[in-house]
């Protein structure tokens, strides 16, 4: 029985490099560009606002599921793209991935920064803080302090989206792990699959702890 668990994790490793790179990109181009939107979304640019509202409504209002269908198989459609762009699996959930994330990470910052005391902005003022110090130096620290524990959830909520991407054929995890019970007839392959998600929710878990207590000022 052990064996055969260690077995099936065997087979599903080739799937955690494939899950690990969905996650490792995501988080890396989400949350640049989801702070990018952030100051989009509360500057005094009425247009520039009005656009980053309505696509972080897009963004949040449909589903995952439906983006991913759309960046794979539904750009070609657009009159125009069909030769222009071709994305191959991988990629185009990397890109529905960044750009759904991206809309999240931007609400959460934006929570963050308006948690700031109007007061600090004024005593920057006062001490010869020029904005952009006063954004890097006061704002930012303060907002990323606050907004830990909803980045720590968004991350745990990514792990286990990826397992989305199998509806595009990427082959992750969960990939593996239907593949195994199709052709091996064993259920066996599912808690495998599970353990792999447990296991690098507990990590990210971990690491937010350790952000939180060390960023506790």
């Known amino acids: 029985m052990l064996k055969n668990f260690f077995d099936i994790a065997i087979l599903l490793t080739d799937g955690v490099k494939y899950t690990l790179a ?38 949040r209002g449909t589903p995952l599921l439906l983006q ?29 991935f960044v750009l759904n994330y991206a809309a999240y990470f931007c609400e959460i910052f934006r929570g963050g920064i308006i948690s700031v005391d109007k007061g600090q ?51 992750e995890i969960l990939y593996f792990a239907k593949a195994t019970v199709n052709r091996q007839a064993v259920f066996t392959a599912y808690p495998v699959a599970a353990v792999f998600y447990l296991l690098m929710t507990y990590i990210i878990t971990k690491l937010f702890d350790y952000l939180e207590r060390k960023y506790s000022f």
């Open 22 to 59: 969905l996650f490792a990109v995501t988080i890396v181009g989400s949350m640049p560009l989801g702070l990018l939107l952030t100051f989009m979304r509360i500057g005094k640019s009425t247009i520039l606002r009005g656009i980053t509202s309505f696509y972080v409504y897009i963004m």
């Open 68 to 96: 991913l269908y759309f960046f794979y198989y539904g750009l070609p459609f657009i009159p125009g793209m069909k030769n222009v762009i071709v994305l191959d699996r991988l990629t185009a959930a990397m890109l529905a």
């Open 121 to 171: 902005y004024e005593a920057a003022r006062v001490l010869g803080f020029s904005k952009v110090q006063t954004l890097f130096k006061i704002v930012l620290p303060q907002m990323l302090r606050v907004s830990l524990p909803s980045i720590a959830n968004e991350s745990i909520t990514l792990v286990k989206d990826t397992a989305l991407v199998t509806v595009i054929g990427v082959t």
